[in-house]
Structure formats: structure tokens, C-alpha cells
């Protein structure tokens, strides 16, 4: 089943045009990785296929589930706790209840820290409230801007494992990262280097 479906996609950053000609359809039960050089316009894609770049996008996107989009910046609020910063979503589309916030934070291995100021944490901590909201919706379509960032090895391995579950569970992911593919066979890429404008 088609989650989003992008045709002839083309990327402007300011006067400068990034990318063209980008195709794209996502089905259920799939991980793309987009891959690119930085400033290739990685995080300006992953934007307009969440759609929340209109100006400078061309072509066709179209969505056909609920999102949810994880920034590269984990989009928390440092005076804030993990579960006040994790009781409504940014884009106000998520509102959780404590129980289901403290069983997510504990699944992140930030159980103890739910009533701490974020600001006070670890860049490794601060990213793990972000990925508690992946536990905290039902969208079926994850994009997830550099996911891995600041995590340890076993922050890796549980995102790992939550993308798996999600789409073994008929969930799709398209992620950015540097890092070497974590998802084998399961995994499909999208290099941007074919479509970067020279």
C-alpha cells in the first residue's frame, strides 16, 4: 500500500537550486535511507515530503497516511521536562497521557528523568525524548531527519528495533544519516547525488 508518493521533484534554498527530478513512492513495510554529500539538500527534501516546505518546491507529493517528521533538531524545549515537552507534539497532533508518556520515556531508558529539566541533559538524552514521541504516535509514516545523532550503541540498537517493529507492523521510514546502512536487504536508498543540480 502507497503511503506518499513524490514525482519530479525539484529543491530551491534561497535562490539556489539543489535538487531535480527526484522520484519517490513509498509503500508499507519499507526504509529508505536518503544519502548525500552535506548541504545536498537532504533535510530540505525530507521537509517538503513532510510538507512543511512549500516555497522552493516543485512538482508532485502526495501523502496518503499521517506522518510524523523528527527535525534533526530535537524540537524539545531545554526549561521544559521530558513530559511536558512530550505532552503535546509541535505540530499539536499528538496529546498523551502521563502513563502512556512515563511507559515511552521508559522505553528510551529515561525512566527518572521525567520531571528534569531537558536542558540539564545529554545531547544523547535530549535526542532519546525526541524518538519517545515515535512511541507516542500512530502515523504510519515516519521521516526522521538524522535519527542517530549523539546516540550510543544502545540508543542505535533500540531505533533499530523500533524502526523494524514499525515496519514489520505495516509502518514505513525514511530516514537521514551518515551512517553505513543498519537495515540490510529490508533497506532501499535514495542517493541525492543523482539528482543534485552541478
Not at 531545554?78 to 509541535?90: V, Y
Not at 511507559?103 to 536542558?119: H, I, K, S
Not at 502515523?139 to 514489520?168: I, K, M, Y
Request: proline share 4%; hydrophobic share 45%.
Amino acid at each position: 500500500m502507497a503511503l506518499l508518493a513524490a514525482a519530479e521533484v525539484a529543491i530551491e534554498r534561497g535562490e539556489r537550486r539543489l535538487l531535480h527530478g527526484v522520484n519517490l513512492s513509498v509503500d508499507s513495510g519499507q526504509v529508505w535511507q536518503v544519502l548525500g554529500a552535506n548541504g545536498v539538500g537532504k533535510s530540505s527534501l525530507l521537509r517538503a515530503l513532510a510538507g512543511l516546505a512549500r516555497l522552493g518546491v516543485e512538482g508532485s507529493i502526495s501523502r496518503f497516511e499521517p506522518l510524523l517528521y523528527l527535525a534533526h533538531a530535537p524540537a524539545i524545549k531545554g526549561a521544559l521536562s521530558p513530559f511536558e515537552n512530550l505532552r503535546c507534539h509541535p505540530a499539536c497532533d499528538i496529546i498523551s497521557t502521563r502513563a502512556q508518556i512515563e511507559l515511552a520515556l521508559q522505553a528510551v531508558q529515561l525512566r527518572g528523568f521525567e520531571d528534569q529539566p531537558v536542558g540539564s541533559l545529554s545531547a544523547g538524552q535530549q535526542r532519546r525524548v525526541a524518538l519517545a514521541r515515535l512511541l507516542l504516535s500512530d502515523a504510519r509514516l515516519w521521516l526522521l531527519d538524522e535519527p542517530f545523532t549523539a546516540l550510543d550503541r544502545s540508543g542505535c540498537e533500540w531505533l533499530e528495533e523500533c524502526v523494524r517493529r514499525h515496519v514489520g507492523a505495516g509502518g514505513a521510514v525514511i530516514f537521514t544519516s551518515h551512517q553505513p546502512s543498519r537495515f540490510g536487504e529490508l533497506q532501499q536508498d535514495l542517493d541525492l547525488a543523482h539528482y543534485a543540480v552541478s
